[in-house]
């Protein structure tokens, strides 16, 4: 018998998970890095390298970032994963939502934990159907530990992304600093099967055209005007 694209998901679950983690393996990593691609890694918006390869463009706050992130993450045979992060004081935040362009798949997971798996992983099709959907405690799976079959775990996987993932994932696109817009990919923005309340991309008609963010003046001057002289009063 053949087997359909459906019936053969489960297989590329399996590998396609194991480059996930990978992926995600910097997501406990504090972001305190030295070097700024470009941008304003102070006080501003900037872009950085992450440590497994790729960067993260967001806003940051007294040399922190903050707030919404868009991260690129490659790996040595040249695969890519973009992701959509929230950021706190430098790290990595609650759930992540990313897209593997080698699957055409999203993935929605939570960052590791002392270096341990920690909470949920749900990953969904092209067509927008969930198709796995993990619980993690400590770097343990306990999924079957939860629900009676692998099939109730997706029909609750879904039912966490309606109510609870989805409706975040709007409330943290509606307070992005817009500049990072530049940066994000149009195949992370758009979730099969599901619709987000975040805005649209602002150079979604050009996706490919990037402004790059300037940096910010650096001469005393141009920072602080200086003060005026005071007028001298009129002589009769």
């Avoid at 390869?53 to 922190?64: A, D, L, N, P």
């Avoid at 992540?96 to 798949?105: D, K, N, V």
């Avoid at 993932?165 to 099969?192: C, F, H, M, Q, T």
Wanted: proline share 7%; glycine share 10%.
């Amino acid at each position: 018998m053949i087997k359909t694209e459906s019936a053969l998901w489960p297989m590329h679950i399996g590998r396609g998970l194991l480059v996930l983690a990978l992926f995600l393996s910097c997501s406990s990593l504090s972001l305190a890095n030295p070097f700024c691609l470009e941008g304003d890694c102070e006080d501003g918006v900037g872009k950085m390298p992450v440590p497994t390869g790729g960067y993260i463009v967001g806003r940051f706050y007294k040399g922190k970032m903050s707030g919404f992130a868009f991260q690129m993450l490659t790996e040595a045979r040249g695969k890519e994963m973009f992701c959509e992060t929230n950021m706190a004081m430098g790290k990595v935040s609650g759930v992540q939502h990313c897209y593997a362009s080698q699957l055409g798949a999203h993935v929605f997971m939570y960052p590791k934990v002392n270096g341990r798996t920690d909470g949920r992983t749900i990953l969904v099709a092209p067509n927008g159907d969930v198709i796995s959907h993990k619980v993690y405690e400590s770097g343990k799976e306990i999924t079957l530990e939860l629900y009676e079959s692998d099939k109730a775990a997706v029909r609750d996987g879904k039912t966490y992304l309606l109510r609870e993932v989805i409706p975040l994932l709007g409330e943290r696109r509606r307070n992005r600093d817009k500049r990072i817009d530049a940066y994000v990919k149009s195949a992370l923005w758009d979730i099969p099967g599901f619709k987000l309340s975040g805005g649209s991309l602002l150079d979604s008609s050009t996706p490919n055209t990037r402004v790059p963010i300037k940096r910010p003046p650096t001469s005393p001057s141009a920072i602080m005007p200086s003060t005026p002289k005071p007028k001298k009063p009129d002589q009769k």
